[in-house]
């Protein structure tokens, strides 16, 4: 019950902005409803909001969100999702380590400090807020460092949300190569969904979002090897990889993601209920988007600082050009 007062209210709110949204995601299939609904959380953001919503509005932006891709995999195939990660880890492998190398470089031409280029950097190449709070305690970096990095993270999940969609259909891109491109180049879990939902709507098809979903999942995973490798590298902590415990960093809705698709590669064509789960996990990919726009102040991720933020969106070029042209070498696109 403690639970269930603490966080309805704020639920609930984002579940009243996922409604129009909705709607409007439906007559505007090439805007969606994720758009519309960070717009919402955006424009509401504004109004200096009573505090005892800010429990269920977290609860939403986090939990939510993992549940509705947790419910995206009843419509997947597990067959599928091993054929789609494997075909995008050369991908991942190269996006990340440009994202690293890059952040590396330029926190020494633009003399960044160390812990925030490392959180931006881990940010913007694995998946955003989730990859900086599993990679924050390992380096021990500040609480004002968290917050700066994941604010710039939030900046350019903001902007991903509205600008990959029309990218794509601008540079020509395949169902299967937006979905790969919004995989493996937007920073988080939340507006990769968001923007794979965007593309499906628009074009009738939810192939995108299915490669987007199982290709950002695989690239999730390695927050283990990469927290594991700050552990040994870092020069500032006393931390090995033996200390680093994998249970508090691996990502276990990943998990509960593939065995829904097993179900539903086992079960799924005999039981109607399960096709109507993914539709359902839509709708609560909007209530996650809404709830992120409501915890997002772009005045105050202006004003954050401008190197941390010219970082980020330089990584963000480099990771979505590499992707794409990764792409072209691989002949997926």
């Not at 491109?181 to 995108?208: E, K, L, P, Y």
Request: aromatic residues 10%; contains cysteine.
């Amino acid at each position: 019950m403690d639970f269930i007062s603490k966080n309805f209210r704020g639920v609930l709110f984002c579940f009243a902005l996922a409604v129009p949204a909705t709607y409007l995601g439906k007559l505007f299939p090439v805007i969606g409803a994720p758009v519309f609904a960070i717009l919402f959380g955006l424009l509401v953001a504004f109004w200096n909001r009573p505090a005892f919503f800010q429990p269920g509005i977290q609860f939403t932006a986090k939990k939510i969100l993992q549940y509705s891709i947790i419910l995206l995999g009843f419509g997947m195939n597990l067959f599928e999702i091993l054929a789609v990660g494997s075909q995008s880890l050369a991908i991942i492998i190269a996006t990340i380590s440009t994202a690293l190398i890059v952040a590396f470089v330029l926190s020494k031409v633009m003399n960044i400090e160390r812990d925030i280029a490392t959180l931006v950097g881990v940010g913007s190449s694995i998946c955003g807020g989730s990859a900086i709070a599993a990679a924050a305690p390992v380096i021990r970096a500040s609480d004002k460092d968290i917050a700066q990095s994941i604010s710039v993270i939030f900046l350019f999940n903001v902007v991903a949300a509205f600008l990959f969609p029309a990218l794509g259909d601008m540079l020509g891109f395949t169902d299967t190569g937006f979905g790969m491109w919004a995989g493996t180049a937007i920073n988080d879990t939340s507006s990769v969904v968001a923007a794979g939902q965007t593309w499906a709507s628009a074009h009738g098809s939810d192939t995108a979002l299915n490669y987007a979903t199982i290709v950002k999942l695989t690239r999730t995973l390695a927050i283990i090897p990469i927290c594991l490798g700050l552990a040994y590298i870092t020069g500032k902590t006393k931390n090995t990889a033996s200390d680093v415990k994998i249970t508090s960093i691996f990502p276990m809705f990943i998990l509960y993601f593939v065995l829904a698709a097993v179900v539903n590669t086992l079960v799924g064509s005999s039981v109607p209920f399960l096709a109507e789960l993914p539709s359902v996990g839509k709708f609560m990919i909007a209530m996650a988007m809404a709830a992120i726009g409501l915890n997002t102040n772009l005045v105050s991720l202006v004003k954050s600082g401008g190197k941390p933020i010219l970082l980020g969106l330089i990584c963000w070029i480099c990771i979505a050009l590499v992707s794409i042209g990764m792409q072209h070498v691989l002949g997926i696109w």
